[in-house]
């Protein structure tokens, strides 16, 4: 299919529609799915985005009402406004899905990500590797005489620049949870 | 009034108060329990198929023919995956099925063992929903679940998996008003602001078309009933996809036949160049589409549909409309009446003006033999001679099915099942027994081509058991027709395995089975052997040997626009160009 640069689930899509796919703008956008917490929703969701072609470029699932049967994934995914509005509506068509929201469009929301940054070290790099953890107010969760595991929470962005600089530092594992996102206000 | 049971009996009782008379199954290990009920009970009939996939085809030829859910009983691991098929082609053409299949006890689940397999992991794709029940006392509030989730919205397959120790065990029993009520309710109603909209375009259109699909029958005979008064009230021409025939009658003054890559040189031309299109309950298949980007270029598009991922799925579209079609139409004829029944009359002749002169190139015309059977005239025969009976169509896939869709004419929904989607071959003679089942007295002939027919020719033991009198017309040229076809016009005429050699000689395979066959070559048996075929009081095998290279036109070449229709054999090399060739 790439061969033929078709964009599958693009407006329009069509095994007759060989259109160039640079000619569209790609969207990032964080979607809300809250679920009912059943065996298998989650393989659901994939399933639709490997079957159908969509991005996930994160994706965040736990219980949140455990009375209610409730889960909620949090997901990021990426594709031209036609795409990601096929993603909302297929999702919407899983029967488990209580309701989809576009946390991108439907208003400021915060978005926190949790990662874990293991890096080790000996002298002048560790401790410039402590100072910029402070900088970045980063916990240290675990230490020994030539590592540190630092516990940082924020945008991705914010865990992105932070691995960028541990890198020279010797970051030598690091753990990411994926995006949480909930809207802002009442 | 809640009553303990096992869950094989529960099976049983939730089926009869679903009002299910007839279950298509095959029996296996992993459903003895369930068998055991079915056999010390007189009110379900279970039709004992040849195999699971032609469970699965009977069971939505069942639906089609009925609007009612089709049921399905398999056992676990083969018995299961041989009902993929099925399922999926139920997914595509949105046929409310309910399969329930046997899987290994709870406690075996994921050793590997004796005929398990992921039931659930591997229908999740083809299903609506699936189920696998762990607890006998949630199985029969989980059938009832699955008989709601299959049947409303956009229907569609579901399955529900039960393990043998699930079936054994002893539950609670709840019936269908005891479950608390589904939270999955899709939407009905259409917003009336669109609607409205709608009405305002449909009175100023200059060249309307209503280019109607599966779902109309889906939503039920009213709709049909809704299609046919806004049709006749407004003037507007009616198309139709290859789902939707008989929704609006082939014998209606509207009619313009089938659209899209087979379609009718009338119905593609006029939906290249309305100013409305008004798409009924279809999907802008890419076999209606054809080109995307020349699709209809100068039309509004309004979309009625109940599932919202249709909506701008393939085709951008000026006016959605979430819902019913049946309520949707309901709506819009009220509004138009309430405001005073206009359409543009002088431009909606001019329009017809226009479309009659389409309609007179005669695009479904072709060259007659003496000697031959030409497959267009054989369906021609078989429509004058079963004209003014209530009769059922089935057909297989290839080119047969599309002639079949060109020279039959539907004039009520739920008379034609024929595989769209998923393009099944081996779906028509498992297709016409579920129709003959549902309906005992009807005449149903399953419009066949040789290579689809062997796919399933297994359930002509079925037909048999049953005494089903399904009447087997298959259009044998020997070849894979619609594969040869493309080979022609496509790859250089090189026929690659798209013959059918060694064939057997089907008159005897219909004395093997303990049915009747007839073989018939010359043109001027073949009344004589059609009426043969009808008149016979049991099922019936007739082969027709008919022009084994002609190509089934009109055709929209591949990549190519409405406008750019092949309309018979003349300058069909070359057509297709590098583009075209890679797709299907």
Not at chain 1, 105 to 123: S, T, Y
Request: glycine share 10%.
């Amino acid at each position: 299919m790439n061969a033929l640069n078709i964009q599958k689930g693009a407006s329009s899509h069509s095994a007759y529609d060989l259109r160039d796919p640079n000619s569209q703008v790609e969207e990032s956008h964080t979607l809300a799915v809250l679920v009912e917490n059943e065996p298998g929703v989650l393989a659901r969701v994939i399933g639709l985005f490997s079957g159908r072609g969509y991005n996930i470029d994160s994706l965040t699932v736990a219980e949140v009402d455990h009375t209610g049967h409730r889960s909620r994934i949090t997901l990021v995914t990426r594709g031209t406004p036609a795409v990601i509005a096929q993603v909302k509506a297929q999702l919407g068509r899983i029967v488990p899905v209580h309701e989809v929201h576009d946390l991108t469009v439907e208003g400021p929301a915060v978005e926190r990500e949790l990662g874990l940054f293991k890096v080790r070290g000996q002298g002048e790099k560790r401790v410039e590797a402590l100072r910029i953890a402070e900088i970045f107010r980063a916990n240290v969760v675990d230490s020994t005489l030539e590592s540190f595991v630092f516990e940082l929470v924020g945008t991705p962005t914010k865990l992105d620049a932070f691995a960028d600089l541990m890198r020279p530092l010797g970051l030598a594992d690091l753990a990411r949870t994926g995006v949480a996102a909930l809207s802002r206000g009442i | 009034m809640s009553r303990m049971m096992t869950g094989a009996r529960m099976v049983v009782e939730a089926l009869r108060d679903q009002g299910v008379d007839t279950v298509f199954g095959y029996p296996g290990g992993a459903v003895l329990p369930i068998y055991d009920e079915l056999f010390q009970q007189n009110d379900i009939t279970h039709v004992l198929v040849r195999h699971e996939q032609g469970a699965v085809h009977m069971a939505e030829g069942y639906a089609r023919s009925t609007g009612k859910p089709g049921v399905v009983l398999v056992t676990s691991g083969p018995g299961a995956t041989n009902a993929v098929t099925g399922l999926t082609d139920a997914l595509l053409d949105s046929i409310p099925l309910v399969v329930l299949s046997g899987q290994v006890p709870t406690f075996m689940i994921g050793t590997d063992g004796f005929q398990e397999a992921d039931t659930v992991g591997i229908t999740r794709p083809c299903t609506k929903h699936n189920w696998l029940v762990k607890d006998t006392d949630k199985l029969a509030g989980t059938i009832h679940k699955a008989f709601q989730v299959a049947t409303s919205g956009r229907p569609g397959p579901v399955l529900v998996d039960i393990p043998k120790d699930v079936q054994f065990a002893t539950g609670t029993y709840v019936g269908p008003k005891q479950i608390e009520p589904a939270r999955y309710q899709p939407v009905r109603k259409g917003d009336i602001t669109a609607i409205t909209r709608l009405v305002e375009l449909i009175e100023a259109a200059e060249r309307p078309i209503l280019y109607t699909g599966g779902g109309v029958i889906n939503s039920g005979p009213g709709a049909s009933q809704l299609l046919r008064e806004l049709a006749d009230a407004t003037g507007f021409p009616v198309t139709s996809t290859l789902m939707g025939l008989g929704a609006y009658p082939a014998s209606g003054k509207n009619w313009l036949g089938m659209l899209g890559m087979h379609g009718l040189y009338e119905a593609n031309l006029a939906m290249h160049g309305c100013d409305l299109m008004i798409n009924v309950g279809a999907r802008f298949d890419d076999r209606i589409t054809g080109r995307i980007a020349d699709f209809s270029p100068q039309s509004i598009k309004a979309h009625i549909d109940i599932d919202p991922s249709s909506i701008n799925k393939v085709v951008h579209v000026d006016i959605p409309i979430v819902g019913d079609v049946g309520h949707v139409l309901e709506d819009l004829l009220k509004v138009w009446k309430s405001r005073g029944r206009k359409v543009n009359s002088a431009a909606l002749n001019q329009w017809w003006q226009q479309i009659e002169g389409w309609k007179a190139k005669n695009c479904l015309g072709y060259r007659n033999s003496d000697t031959i059977i030409k497959p267009q005239y054989a369906l021609e025969r078989l429509e004058a001679l079963t004209k003014g009976r209530d009769r059922y169509i089935t057909t297989e896939v290839g080119q047969h099915q599309m002639w079949a869709a060109q020279y039959l004419h539907f004039d009520a929904p739920n008379r034609w099942m024929t595989s769209g989607g998923l393009g099944t071959m081996g779906y028509g003679l498992p297709a016409s027994i579920g129709v003959q089942m549902a309906h005992p007295d009807a005449l149903v002939i399953n419009v066949a081509g040789d290579a689809s027919w062997l796919m399933n020719m297994q359930e002509m033991g079925t037909a048999v058991q049953f005494r089903l009198p399904v009447k087997q017309f298959i259009m044998n040229n020997e070849r894979l027709g619609m594969v040869r076809q493309w080979q022609q016009l496509l790859h250089g005429e090189r026929y690659s395995q798209s013959w059918s050699d060694s064939l057997p000689d089907f008159v005897k395979l219909a004395e093997a089975f303990g049915c009747k066959g007839a073989l018939v070559k010359d043109p001027k048996d073949l009344d004589g052997a059609i009426q043969q075929m009808l008149d016979y009081d049991g099922p019936f095998i007739l082969d027709v040997l008919v022009e084994k290279h002609e190509n089934c036109f009109p055709m929209i070449p591949s990549g190519k626009p409405h406008n750019e229709m092949l309309l018979g054999e003349a300058a069909t090399f070359g057509v297709i160009e590098s583009e075209g060739a890679v797709l299907v």
